[in-house]
């Protein structure tokens, strides 16, 4: 017999791959919860039947509110997929240290908020764990210290606690994604907190954001460690711990530096 239709809750649902994540899961029977800032971009996305919640993560306090709506509209929760995430581009040199905490806030300790509130939920139920890195999460990129910190500091965190969780039956799978077709690089932090001076700096052709979200669904499905996305993030994978200098010369070549 079959269980219940599991519910997923999903940050950043608004747009990009949190939208593409939305669409995936309810494609699979899930009931969906939908967490974002963006409360007009979650009317467009949200259906009839989902449960839509405006959601600052960079408050603990709203994101614990979030989560118990969530538990209480359910009355359970499967899944939490760490989605929602801001970045910068700029130089070190050039970046005001607030914007790196700008971008540690969202894409960190967003994180941190949703998965200390929703585990209690995923203990019970055995449940998954989501989170959103990037090839910046393991390797060096131009011009994004800020976030690359961010997604580092997210390998420590989750990578620590799946061994915490694993007793529970709870899974974690760290998702490293290349270049994505997303609006996060027009809503990118310049060094003074406006928009950036320098382009995005993609490398490849960027993925449809509906088929790294059928990745990511059959990873969690599978409890998956960590998934590499794309073809340009695999070989930064390897090339990255084979050659750390070779990687850095490619990536400095690539993206225009000296």
Known sequence: ????????????AASGIGAALVRTYASHGARVALLDRDGEGLERHARAEDFSIPCDVTDAATC???IE???KHYGRIDTLINNAGITHVSAFEETDPEVIRRVMDV?????????????PHLI???GRIGVMSSVAGFAPLMRRTGYCASKHALHGLFDTLRAEVRPHGVSVTLVC???VRTAIGDHALGGDG?????????????????????RI???????????????VGIISYWLSRMSPSLYERAMTSSQGGS
Do not use: I, W, Y
Request: overall charge positive; aromatic content about 4%; hydrophobic content about 45%.
């Open 107 to 119: 894409n960190f300790f967003g994180a941190l908020h949703c998965t200390k509130a929703a585990l």
């Open 124 to 126: 019970e139920t055995r």
């Open 194 to 214: 406006g928009a950036p001076r320098a382009d995005r700096g993609e490398v490849g052709q960027a993925m449809e954001p509906d088929a790294v979200a059928a």
């Open 69 to 71: 709506q969530v538990a």
């Open 1 to 12: 017999m079959a269980g219940p239709e599991p519910v997923v809750v999903v940050t950043g």
């Open 177 to 179: 994604p290349s270049f």
């Open 64 to 66: 614990a509110r979030a």
């Open 217 to 231: 669904h059959r990873a969690l499905e599978r409890r998956t460690r960590q998934l590499v996305v794309g073809r």
